[in-house]
């Protein structure tokens, strides 16, 4: 079968661009393919835009079935690997593939949505689920459960323009994350293609092999077609608080404190950033405020204040029921107890839906100036509460002093929260903190301040390496075994044998650079 279709997309110029229903037709494919410049330009760049590839072809399948057909005549071929790719939204790389079969899951995306429930002790109703797509993007999922049910996934990402199947590949982590855990441990079920072309409904007691090696896997072990996806009541509204600190230990330890509270005890969302010292328009004091109405006054920093400042990023959800003084005595208990400087506290109050779509304006503004479609030369950590001060004291006090032209996130999560089947590596030590660097470079900078960007992440990486600093990349992105071997450290052995356990050939995600292609 591949015999036919490699000599077809690679000797047939005058067919490049043009959709091959003779391919189609010879694979059995309900969908379409689609190669030359049209597959180049839907699927040879990502986010990151620092990577340009030439697929064979994009395959834009109707369901399952047409993914394993394209697993299994990659199998049959020589050398063709397959990357399912969502929204494109990798920085990296990871969801490309030079040469190969790239799955546009986006395809798939209202393949499935249904609401259930899972059944509860007594034979009642238990906890409620939607059954998603893997190709679905997170924000069609919010707006339709919370219009159709006032229902809600419970763990986000703060971005909801990915992919379901994309983001439970990785782990999925917002503010929500220390109490719910990441959105890899907000599923209960999965249907996925294996790298052997097998179509396998998963669970933690069905194949529950496969569904934890999937769940944070890297998209190594499978494609995830379908995810039942736990739901709550969607809140009305939301109070959105920001409170700035000058000392990063009183930061810590006021955002560990709210961590760590139990479920009903602190806000439902927890997470903080670093700043400028500086009136930058970009990194500095502007971007805190929440309101145009509100006024950020450096003359009421202290003295003391360094380079950076820190900012705890909080909400709490409500009903429209709720009467002002009930949310605003909930807000204060929790708030009074923190150590933020005075005079430095922002909130506003919006709608639910608005606050999860929060990052949706910063998207728009970013389209029409430009920088959404520069390069994106961004860095993702885990790093251990043991050596998260000095982190701070090298990496946000010194190497990026200045700001990254984008947020610099630091919040802590919980490890109790995260289940060690599966795929996901993380630091030791129940809290540990995430760290992001999320460069965006202006529209008139040149190749070689990107260059600089990514030298200065490789430093990072390289002095956390040298300094015995306990992390882990978050989205990782290697190019050699040694250093796959170093993140995965004791669960190396354990990520090998599911490989040859799901994808025996190496089929599967190239891009990530883990596996290379058994021949």
């Avoid at 998603?132 to 924000?139: I, K």
């Avoid at 007691?205 to 896997?217: A, H, I, K, Y």
């Avoid at 039942?228 to 509204?237: E, F, N």
């Amino acid at each position: 079968m591949i015999a036919y279709i490699e000599p077809y997309f690679l000797d047939n110029d005058a067919d490049a661009g043009k959709h091959t229903d003779g391919v189609s037709d010879s694979l059995n494919l309900q969908g379409e393919i689609l190669c030359g410049d049209d597959a180049a330009d839907i699927a040879g760049k990502d986010f990151g835009g620092m990577n340009s590839v030439k697929p064979l072809a994009v395959v834009r399948p109707v369901g399952s079935e047409d993914i394993a057909r394209v697993v299994k005549a990659a199998l049959s071929s020589d050398k063709l690997t397959v990357a399912a790719r969502g929204n494109g939204h990798s920085i990296n790389g990871q969801a490309m593939t030079e040469g190969g079969l790239v799955v546009d899951m986006r395809s798939t995306a209202e393949n499935h949505f249904e609401v259930g429930f899972l059944s509860g002790g007594g034979g009642g109703r238990g906890t409620a689920f939607v059954d998603v797509s893997g190709g679905a993007l997170w924000e069609n999922v919010l707006k339709r459960c919370v219009s159709e049910y006032g229902l809600a996934p419970r763990s986000w990402t703060d971005y909801l323009g990915l992919t379901v199947g994309g983001t439970l590949s990785n782990a999925g982590v917002s503010g929500q994350a220390f109490r719910y855990g990441p959105q890899t441990e907000n599923v209960t079920e999965l249907d996925v293609v294996t790298g052997k072309g097998d179509v396998v409904t998963c669970s933690e007691m069905e194949n529950s092999e496969l569904f934890f090696s999937v769940l944070g896997g890297l998209g190594q072990f499978g494609i995830i077609t379908r995810a039942r996806v736990l739901l709550q009541p969607a809140p009305d509204m939301v109070r959105w608080i920001r409170v700035v600190y000058a000392e990063f230990d009183e930061f810590t330890r006021d955002a560990e404190w709210l961590v760590s509270q139990k479920d009903e005890s602190s806000f439902d969302y927890v997470e903080g950033f670093v700043f400028v010292n500086g009136d930058d328009p970009v990194n500095g004091w502007p971007t805190v405020p929440l309101h145009p109405d509100h006024d950020f006054d450096p003359a009421r920093l202290p003295q003391s204040s360094g380079s950076v400042l820190y900012c705890l990023e909080l909400a709490l959800h409500y009903r429209n029921s709720d009467s002002n003084s009930t949310v605003d005595k909930r807000v204060e208990r929790l708030i009074g107890r923190l150590r933020y400087e005075e005079g430095f506290r922002f909130e506003v109050d919006l709608p639910y839906v608005d606050f999860l779509l929060r990052v949706k304006r910063s998207e728009e503004i970013a389209k029409v100036t430009g920088t959404w479609e520069t390069p994106h030369p961004w860095l993702n950590l885990f790093v251990s509460k043991r050596d998260i001060g000095d982190f701070d004291r090298t990496v946000f006090k010194e190497l990026v002093k200045n700001g990254v032209g984008g947020p610099m996130l630091i919040y802590p999560l919980l490890r109790s929260r995260w289940d060690d089947r599966s795929s996901v590596v993380l630091p030791e030590g129940e809290i540990f903190y995430i760290v992001a660097l999320l460069r965006f470079v202006p529209t008139c900078a040149k190749a070689s301040s990107v260059e600089k960007m990514v030298a200065q992440n490789q430093e990072i990486v390289h002095w956390c390496v040298k300094n015995g600093i306990d992390f882990k990349l978050y989205l990782p992105h290697y190019k050699s075994r040694e250093e796959w071997i170093r993140h995965f450290g004791n669960q190396w052995s354990r990520f090998v044998d599911r490989k040859a356990m799901f994808d025996p050939m190496a089929i599967l995600s190239p891009g990530q650079k883990i596996f290379s292609r058994a021949l």
